[in-house]
Nanobody
Framework: QVQLVESGGGLVQPGGSLRLSCATSGFSFNMAEMKWYRQIPGKERELVAS????????DYIASLEGRLTISRDSAKNTVTLQMDSLKPEDKAVYYC??????????????WGQGTQVTVSS
């Protein structure tokens, strides 16, 4: 059974930091490109960060670049998103997402349940 379980969300003051984690199981983590999405209230879900299967390449949404760091730990099958200098407009539900490749290079996608991030004084 595939599981992606996010944690680390919560309430933080503007300018603060949060570290989101996604614990995964049920698939080959080393064959998965991992991503973080967010959904701001009233808006569509958007991709904010990606990291390749071996962690050699990362990418970020332009509006957040410099404030996000995505990383992965293959020993623990986890992916993290460090968020710094948070702003009230960063309030959203943040979702972990896996794009898993099989031996035929076909991809299957999985989602976590999301974790709420609220930035407010």
């Amino acid at each position: 059974q595939v599981q992606l379980v996010e944690s680390g969300g919560g309430l933080v003051q503007p300018g603060g930091s949060l570290r989101l984690s996604c614990a995964t199981s049920g698939f080959s983590f080393n064959m998965a490109e991992m991503k973080w999405y967010r959904q701001i209230p009233g808006k569509e879900r958007e991709l904010v960060a990606s990291i390749t299967e071996r962690g050699s390449w990362t990418d970020y949404i332009a509006s957040l670049e410099g404030r996000l760091t995505i990383s992965r730990d293959s020993a623990k099958n986890t992916v993290t998103l460090q968020m710094d200098s948070l702003k009230p407009e960063d309030k959203a539900v943040y979702y972990c997402h896996a794009v898993v490749l099989d031996e035929s290079m076909r991809s299957t996608r999985y989602w976590g349940q999301g974790t709420q991030v609220t930035v407010s004084s």
